[in-house]
């Protein structure tokens, strides 16, 4: 997940009488963006060298202001409401406290409108299976709820921690390709070959 200025805009908001929850897992709930709940924590995390140099590489900028994290929640919003999901941000059930953002958003990959599964976990928490874990749960609430068809991942080729989580999720190796100037590699899931059930707590 490699963010450019290139990026589509959220579609218009549409209303929806009911709209379906947010995923949740074993050990979290997610949460749709909202300045008041995760603003501080989203502006730190973005701030951070070690986390931003993997989303927003080379020219791109590196770490972002809080005002860019600010700006950022607001698309997350924009993009709930008008498909029905996002990057959520989610909260661990014991403890209370965020850490981080992962979830489904559209994108524009290659000229093709896809659906992306990304995430960015706090660097304290790294190695957790947090990231794997909400992303198989976000994964199944595509097939199951948003009934996707297909979930792309797509990351820097040195990004291994970010390789091993696709993996670890069982999602298939598509190819390479150039986005940003960077060689990047793709990864997919389809919802025919998914299995039904989660190995990575994914109870949603
Ligand atoms: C990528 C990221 C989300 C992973 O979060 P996480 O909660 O630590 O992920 P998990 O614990 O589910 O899995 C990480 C896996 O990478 C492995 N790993 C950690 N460091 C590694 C390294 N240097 N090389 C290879 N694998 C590594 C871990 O051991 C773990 O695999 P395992 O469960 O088999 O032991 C987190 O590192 C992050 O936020 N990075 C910065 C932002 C980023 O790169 N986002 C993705 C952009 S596409």
Not at 90 to 115: C, D, F, H, P
Not at 125 to 148: D, K, P, V, Y
Not at 162 to 181: Q, T
Request: glycine share 10%; net charge neutral; aromatic share 8%.
């Amino acid at each position: 997940m490699t963010w450019s200025s290139t990026s589509p805009t959220p579609r218009s908001p549409i209303l929806r009488r009911s709209e379906p929850a947010p995923p949740d897992s074993r050990r979290l709930i997610a949460e749709v963006p909202s300045p008041a709940r995760h603003l501080d924590f989203a502006a730190s995390h973005f701030a951070d060298p070690d986390v931003a140099g993997w989303h927003w590489p080379g020219s791109l900028g590196g770490p972002r202001t809080r005002g860019q994290a600010l700006e950022m929640l607001e698309r997350g919003l924009e993009g709930q409401r008008a498909d029905g999901y996002t990057l959520w941000w989610w909260r661990e059930r014991a403890s209370g406290e965020v850490i981080g953002m992962i979830g489904l958003r559209s994108v524009t990959i290659e000229s093709a409108e896809r659906v992306e599964v990304g995430w960015s976990v706090a660097p304290r928490r790294w190695g957790e299976g947090l990231a794997a874990e909400a992303a198989a749960a976000s994964i199944r609430w595509g097939f199951e709820t948003a009934r996707l068809e297909q979930v792309i991942s797509y990351t820097m080729s040195g990004n291994t921690r970010s390789r091993r989580v696709m993996d670890k999720l069982g999602m298939r190796f598509s190819h390479e390709f150039v986005h940003v100037g960077l060689p990047h590699v793709l990864y997919a899931a389809d919802r025919g070959r998914w299995p039904g059930s989660s190995t990575l707590g994914a109870e949603c």
